[in-house]
């Protein structure tokens, strides 16, 4: 029994997704979410700036919160430093959250897959890594799309249905015009929009993201290492904010009832 929290954490809220499915499914374990809107966004940072960030985010955490396990609930993030996390804490166990580019290539007709993420997702070798291992003569078309990060940051629930179906053709667009049959949401963020990309995607494209999987990951951790808890469990909500007059922009109204909505308590850092 380890009463500890599992922590999610993200640029902002596109962990979230992540973080909802995970506590409704695993009523019995606490859990911490941490939206660094301090820093965001994390796709415009190059990798040194994002291992200081974190280097320095992860242990604050680690003496606020003593998680029993982190979840990098961010693309940008995990592409760029889960692997120096791991070998700076290394009894702490992360998950990370990547691009689900191999089913995109092994489910590809067309051979050509799109993967929209953030600038610096979209860049990273790990992304032609997985190209090369996976997808012997397909192509894999990235997509920045670091517009889309701030309309779900600060736009999303202000924004009708028609809103947001629109931002989303361009995209599909792109993909359509270079024959391309499967697109990775890989970018956290994105998440949000998921019923409107596979409404417009349909029938000629696939859209691939990893929440349940992640989710299984996280539960088969937890279970594989004895750290299960049931009971009692705390639900928090902090947010780092960066003090500034437009990156503080409120997301849907207040932090606070957005914490309340997802039944976590707010604290402000
Ligand atoms: N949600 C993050 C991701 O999955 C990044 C957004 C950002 O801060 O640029 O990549």
Same mark, same amino acid.
């Given at each position: 029994?380890?009463?500890?929290? &599992?922590?999610? $954490?993200?640029?902002?809220?596109?962990?979230?997704?992540?973080?909802?499915?995970?506590?409704? *499914?695993?009523?019995?374990?606490?859990? &911490?979410?941490?939206?660094?809107?301090?820093?965001?966004?994390?796709?415009?940072?190059?990798?040194?700036?994002?291992?200081?960030?974190?280097?320095?985010?992860?242990?604050?955490?680690?003496? *606020?919160?003593?998680?029993?396990?982190?979840?990098?609930?961010?693309?940008?993030?995990?592409?760029?430093?889960?692997?120096?996390?791991?070998?700076?804490?290394?009894?702490?166990?992360? @998950?990370?959250?990547?691009?689900?580019?191999?089913?995109?290539?092994?489910?590809?007709?067309?051979?050509?897959?799109? @993967?929209?993420?953030?600038?610096?997702?979209?860049?990273?070798?790990?992304?032609?890594?997985?190209?090369?291992?996976? !997808?012997?003569?397909?192509?894999?078309?990235?997509?920045?799309?670091?517009?889309?990060?701030?309309?779900?940051?600060?736009?999303?629930?202000?924004?009708?249905?028609?809103?947001?179906? *629109?931002?989303?053709?361009?995209?599909?667009?792109?993909?359509?015009?270079?024959?391309?049959?499967? $697109?990775?949401?890989?970018?956290?963020?994105?998440?949000?929009?998921?019923?409107?990309?596979?409404?417009?995607?349909?029938?000629?494209?696939? @859209?691939?993201?990893?929440?349940? !999987?992640?989710?299984?990951?996280?539960?088969?951790?937890?279970?594989?290492? +004895?750290?299960?808890?049931? +009971?009692?469990?705390?639900? *928090?909500?902090?947010?780092?904010?960066?003090?500034?007059?437009?990156?503080?922009?409120?997301?849907?109204?207040?932090?606070?009832?957005?914490?309340?909505?997802?039944?976590?308590?707010?604290?402000?850092?």
């Amino acid at each position: 029994m380890d009463k500890r929290p &599992v922590v999610f $954490l993200d640029s902002g809220i596109g962990g979230i997704p992540y973080c909802r499915e995970f506590a409704a *499914r695993n009523p019995g374990e606490s859990v &911490v979410y941490l939206a660094d809107r301090r820093n965001f966004p994390y796709g415009g940072r190059s990798r040194g700036e994002l291992l200081d960030i974190l280097g320095a985010l992860v242990p604050d955490l680690v003496s *606020r919160e003593d998680p029993k396990l982190v979840v990098l609930a961010c693309n940008t993030a995990s592409v760029s430093a889960l692997s120096f996390l791991r070998e700076r804490f290394p009894r702490l166990p992360f @998950v990370g959250t990547v691009p689900a580019v191999k089913p995109a290539l092994l489910g590809t007709k067309t051979g050509r897959i799109g @993967v929209l993420g953030t600038d610096r997702t979209v860049r990273d070798p790990y992304i032609a890594e997985l190209a090369a291992a996976y !997808g012997a003569g397909s192509q894999v078309i990235p997509i920045a799309a670091p517009e889309l990060v701030d309309f779900v940051e600060y736009r999303y629930a202000l924004a009708g249905e028609e809103e947001r179906r *629109r931002v989303l053709i361009p995209y599909l667009e792109r993909l359509r015009a270079a024959g391309a049959d499967g $697109l990775v949401l890989g970018c956290t963020h994105f998440l949000f929009l998921l019923e409107e990309f596979r409404r417009e995607a349909a029938p000629d494209i696939t @859209v691939y993201e990893s929440v349940e !999987g992640i989710t299984r990951r996280i539960e088969s951790l937890l279970d594989e290492g +004895g750290l299960r808890s049931a +009971g009692l469990p705390f639900r *928090r909500f902090y947010v780092r904010l960066s003090g500034g007059p437009e990156g503080d922009a409120p997301f849907p109204g207040p932090w606070e009832s957005l914490a309340r909505s997802l039944g976590f308590e707010l604290e402000i850092l």
